[in-house]
């Protein structure tokens, strides 16, 4: 009699356990996908969350090519620059920090910048903003000049960020990664 308490007691302990372990990580599954951010995004959503610790890091990490900061800041101010970013995506938890260092050493108006973040699976937003628009693979640095695209860095640059961007807003025949004509 003792040994059939003994074992219900241990199935009941059991039980419960594993209850609570299942839903541990459900939450923690939820709460992974509530990480990502999707749609409009601002720069101070870096700020929050998981965001921040990449964030940061690789802000303060990225050495500037100041010379090329230098030949960037009087031709970018007449620019527009959609970024279309995966906050799931190492290569834009990588470059897009650097981007936006670069932007403020640049003096870049922040409201000349449109950030939205996108999707794993098909680099969608909910709202379509990267329709037509040939984003493939993220991140997405889209150049704009009265009202035409310039050019764009796509996952990662080819030379630098800086030497890419100057490339790119002197017009001087830049291939993305991705450009294979």
């Known amino acids: 009699m003792k040994s059939i308490i003994i074992y219900l007691l241990f199935g009941i302990t059991l039980l419960y356990k594993t209850n609570i372990n299942a839903q541990e990580n459900k939450k923690n599954t939820s709460e992974e996908v509530a990480t990502d951010l999707i749609g409009i995004i601002q720069r101070s959503d870096f ?65 000349n910048i449109s950030l939205y973040g996108v999707t794993e699976y098909d680099k969608s937003t909910p709202e379509g903003y990267e329709k037509g628009l040939s984003v493939y693979n993220v991140p997405s640095l889209i150049f704009y000049k009265d009202g035409k695209e310039i050019n764009r860095i796509v996952e990662a640059p080819i030379v630098s960020l800086e030497e890419d961007m100057l490339n790119i807003l002197t017009e001087n025949n830049y291939k993305h990664t991705y450009d294979f004509n």
């Open 47 to 111: 700020q929050k969350g998981p965001f921040s610790k990449w964030f940061y890091k690789n802000y303060h990490e990225y050495a500037l090519d100041v010379e090329m900061v230098k030949r960037i800041r009087p031709i970018i101010k007449d620019v527009k620059i959609k970024l279309f970013i995966g906050t799931w995506c190492t290569d834009s938890q990588e470059h897009v920090p650097a981007i936006f260092k670069i932007l403020d050493a640049v003096k870049f108006e922040e409201n």
